[in-house]
């Protein structure tokens, strides 16, 4: 009898049951290695991931591809191919066909682009099949079973937590033919799929129960009760995501004191990436990462990349000086526009391993380089800047693993299942890691995937449901936390939950995690002197930066310091892409919503092309353009009202009591001598928590434009909600106005001022001068 689990750490948790024992151990394994032995795949080798990617874009070399709008140059078609395999793999494991999706209730093109998958499908497994190959795309169909390994095993118990694909659903009937399956499984109500699997087999489950089954014999062997006593939750919100660290070290502290040994506690993160968060801040190597660390925090990755950004802008001083820093010779960028041989390339990246790189890293690089040689082999030499690309494309997906020795556990959900832990920490638990969200949905909708019996968006939710259910429900203490502001919201799962709020002072975490030991020594944090505040015009903009923080204010307006450039996506691009189409839309008169919807597409093609836009931008972008069809209609319907834009992204200035002001408007709109003045808002507005909240804030935008408008007469001031499409009106406007006043004339009076930095150190978490002020996060 062999035991099968669905990860590493629940087959080592079993082993760790015998380790007081003086026994044989039973044999245990992963379900994904079962699977490896149970199938094989005759005269065929398991294609890597480089040639799978390499062959997908030698498939899509035909007229009617473009059509899908995925870009074919090389290293682009990589980056974006992830979601072509995503898709192909998933209907090749639920064993469905192309021709089998229903084209009812989908958009026009669908069936064009459909015939154009079923093609590129074609061509992909075609070049497979001429290079003796398989991958995860092809080996449902090409698989045999291995009866002889099925036969030797004596039977199988598969301890299951989620539920099997159609394909892993055919492996465990036909394995019956050679050997008695048990099923151990938890039966809950977000897991209705396995229920309805049991059902088909004859065997009727309860809810709430652990249920033990033998397949062969279609036989309920037992249940037991899943969870006999209700956990204690508390859940805390912050402004901040960094403040989420001190969150995670004060819960542990009260777990231990509530007697939870510290292997018994666990901390889990939707988002693995705020690891590397944790890390900065575990000083006493209390954690256990269970991720590892991605090799993507290696100085060889840091080399790398430096290079190929000082590639792509050279005339960055950052780049230039990053190199500098990193002692990388000026020879290697210079060979970047060469196209050179495997043993060329080869050579080159050895340049980047340093005698003094941790072993385990140069272990890795190698091995992969090893293979990477093998794979350029066999391809037409590229760009040395494709293939550093290339190379660490590999790179990124290998991690180091943790050997700091700490009792307690940071892992991700899915590293998770079947794990039992007294005290559960959950950070990050906000609505847009929680549910994760699939790239297997780009091409098909929710309810064609219903109609299709293919897995839906609720489905995967449920999933996701299961795995939070089951950790939470075993433990006995749970502490969650996610960030609530503007831009962020708690998980809807939390909802769910019975849980206590609690409602700790966010300083008193800010406090644990920023010390004077981390600041830099000798750095002056003020500056007194005599000026001008209104030598040159005020913006709203300038004036929140001065009240939220003076010495920000010094670097930015009066020393000039530009902030760093960011490279990655974040929600200021969404921002400045709906400003853009609106923009664009509002120009010229307003037709029809056809005619609103056309040109939002023409522009969103533009920006692209002429910025090159990554995949998750054009999501965000598609997301936006159907959000932006609410607001069509509204528009719509006010134009004939009579409602006209007067003014749209116009600079004002003007001279208020001696003092000039200025700011570019978004938009002002006119009927007859009625005005109203816009804020457009892409983030979330919580309406009167957020209005309330802004009593108190440093943001007076609606006040300050208002009072540039002056001249117009009297004018309503609103912010423009996006999302919903709806105006919201600050309930606190004249409050906020005479507070705005006031500032100002505090500001004329003054002749001296001090710049230093802020009380609240909230402020510091994402400030670009932080570490010119001496503040380390």
């Known amino acids: 009898m062999i035991e099968i689990f669905s990860t590493a750490r629940q087959v080592r948790e079993f082993y760790e049951t015998f380790s007081k024992t003086n026994q044989l151990l039973p044999k245990a394994i992963t379900i994904s290695d079962f699977e490896s032995k149970a199938w094989y795949v005759p005269e065929r080798i398991l294609a890597d991931e480089d040639t799978r990617a390499i062959l997908m874009r030698e498939a899509s070399a035909f007229k009617n591809f473009d059509k899908l709008k995925i870009p074919r140059e090389f290293m682009a078609f990589l980056q974006n191919s992830e979601y072509i395999f995503r898709f192909f793999e998933e209907l090749a494991n639920e064993e469905k066909e192309l021709e089998e999706l229903d084209l009812n209730d989908t958009y026009a093109e669908f069936g064009e682009h459909i015939a154009i998958l079923k093609e590129l499908l074609t061509r992909y497994c075609a070049l497979l099949d001429k290079n003796s190959l398989y991958d995860a795309i092809t080996l449902p169909k090409l698989a045999r079973i291995n009866s002889s390994y099925l036969s030797s095993l004596g039977g199988l118990r598969v301890h299951l937590e989620g539920y099997l694909s159609a394909f892993e659903l055919r492996l465990l009937k036909e394995a019956k033919n050679f050997c008695d399956i048990y099923v151990i499984t938890p039966i809950t109500a977000y897991n209705q799929k396995v229920k309805k699997w049991l059902e088909a087999e004859g065997i009727v489950t309860s809810l709430d129960t652990l249920a033990e089954c033998c397949l062969n014999k279609a036989e309920l062997i037992k249940e037991v009760k899943l969870y006999e006593k209700a956990p204690k939750i508390f859940y805390q919100s912050f402004s901040s995501a960094v403040l989420e660290s001190a969150f995670v070290f004060e819960k542990i502290e009260m777990m231990v004191n509530l007697g939870i040994a510290p292997q018994n506690i666990a901390v889990v993160l939707p988002d693995e990436g705020f690891a590397s ?23 060889f990755f840091k080399r790398v990349q430096a290079v190929l950004k000082k590639y792509a802008e050279d005339d ?45 890293q140069t272990d890795i690089i190698l091995e992969e380089l090893f293979l990477f040689k093998k794979f350029l082999e066999n391809i037409e030499n590229l760009l040395l800047s494709d293939a550093l690309q290339l190379f660490l494309k590999r790179v990124q997906n290998r991690s180091l693993d943790d050997n700091t020795g700490g009792k307690v556990t940071v892992m991700g959900i899915l590293e998770s299942r079947g794990a039992k832990y007294d005290g559960v920490i959950i950070v990050r638990f906000n609505d847009d890691v929680v549910p994760k969200r699939s790239n297997k949905d780009l091409f098909i909708s929710s309810s064609l995937r219903a109609k299709c019996s293919l897995p839906s968006m609720e489905d ?59 600041q830099i020594k000798n750095v002056p944090r003020s500056f007194c002197f005599a000026y001008d505040f209104f030598e040159k015009p005020l913006s709203a903009t300038a004036l929140k930066t001065y009240i939220e923080c003076s010495l920000k204010y010094f670097f930015r307006y009066i020393r000039h310091y530009e902030e760093p450039k960011r490279f990655k996506y974040d929600s200021r691009d969404v921002g400045r892409f ?67 834009v007067f003014k749209l992204e116009e600079w004002f200035e003007r001279d208020f009591e001696g003092i000039r002001l200025t700011g570019r408007i978004d938009r002002i709109d006119r009927m007859n001598d009625k005005y109203l003045l816009l804020d457009y808002k892409t983030g979330r507005i919580n309406t009167q928590k957020y209005l309330e909240k802004a009593l108190n804030s440093s943001d007076f935008q609606l006040e300050f434009y208002a009072l540039l408008c002056v001249d117009l007469g009297e004018i309503k001031t609103a912010f423009y909600d996006l999302n919903e499409a709806k105006f919201i009106e600050d309930n606190f406007f004249s409050e906020k106005k005479a507070r705005l006043i006031e500032h100002l004339f505090e500001l004329k009076e003054k002749k001296e001022f001090v710049f230093e930095a802020c009380k609240d150190k909230k402020q510091c978490f994402f400030c670009p001068y932080k570490v010119l002020c001496g503040v380390w996060i």
Not at 279 to 299: C, T, V
Not at 464 to 470: G, I, K, L, M, N
Not at 477 to 505: G, H, Q, W
Not at 510 to 518: A, F, L
Request: aromatic content about 10%; some cysteine; overall charge neutral.
């Open 277 to 299: 968060t944790l890390k900065e801040f575990d000083r006493f190597n209390n954690l256990n990462f269970a991720m590892g660390f991605s090799m993507r925090e290696s100085l």
């Open 316 to 360: 960055e001083i950052e780049h230039q000086k990053r190199i500098k820093r990193l002692k990388i010779s000026d020879d290697v960028c210079v060979d970047l526009s060469k196209r050179m041989t495997a043993s060329e390339v080869e050579l080159k990246l050895e340049t980047f391993i340093k005698d003094d790189d941790p072993k385990e």
């Open 460 to 518: 995967r939710e449920n999933l996701q449901r299961f795995f939070y259910s089951r950790l939470i429900n075993n433990a006995s203490v749970v502490a969650i936390s996610a960030v609530e502001n503007e831009d962020k919201l708690p998980s809807r799962f939390l909802k769910t939950l019975r849980f206590e709020k609690l409602n700790y002072d966010e300083k008193s975490y800010s406090d644990v995690i920023i010390e004077k030991s981390h």
């Open 578 to 644: 709906v400003h853009d189409i609106l923009r664009g839309i509002f120009a010229e008169p307003l037709v029809s919503l056809e005619q609103m919807k056309k040109k939002a597409r023409e522009i969103t093609k533009q920006i692209k092309e002429n910025y090159g836009k990554s995949a998750l931008w054009e999501l965000e972008a598609d997301i936006w353009l159907n959000k932006l069809e609410t607001v069509f209609t509204k528009e719509l319907r006010r134009y004939e009202e009579g409602w006209r």
